[in-house]
């Protein structure tokens, strides 16, 4: 979970990408992205060729229904983030960060929202 001030462009992401590889330690992560240009960028693209522990995946375009990440927003939703009428930008990112802790203490509740769609993940071998 990450939250900085204003927009995400292209350089952004790849700094929060860099944090992304520091957490997972060179283990393969595969990114679902929607069609944000940021995402495609030829300077994403370029960056991340280089990247040996990322992959890319493009959702499908008007296709909220493939995404896991809606179902996720909807539990926090209807938990941390029900009637939550904080006097502060800070208290929703505290209950969406509370909330992020709770499904990922629940090691199938995250899998449940891929699952959900329809959709699944096979690992493509490392050399």
């Known amino acids: 979970f990450h939250l900085k001030p204003g927009s995400y462009d ?3 992401l790849i700094e929060v990408l860099k944090q992304l590889k ?3 330690r ?3 992560v595969v990114l679902a992205w929607d069609g944000l240009s940021a995402h495609w960028s030829r300077t994403m693209r370029a960056w991340v ?3 040996d522990c990322l992959a890319l995946e493009r959702s499908p ?3 909220p229904e493939l995404n896991p990440v809606k179902l996720l927003w909807s539990s926090l939703k209807k ?3 029900a009637n939550l009428a904080g006097n502060h930008l800070a208290d929703v990112a ?3 960060e509370q909330g ?3 499904i990922n203490q629940n090691d199938q509740l995250p899998w449940s929202f891929l699952t959900h769609t329809g959709l699944t993940i096979h690992p493509t071998p490392q050399n």
């Open 26 to 28: 060179g283990e393969r």
């Open 100 to 102: 992020m802790r709770r």
């Open 79 to 81: 938990r941390e983030l």
């Open 10 to 12: 292209t350089a952004a």
């Open 94 to 96: 505290d209950a969406t």
């Open 49 to 51: 060729a280089e990247q």
């Open 22 to 24: 520091v957490f997972y």
């Open 61 to 63: 375009a008007y296709a």
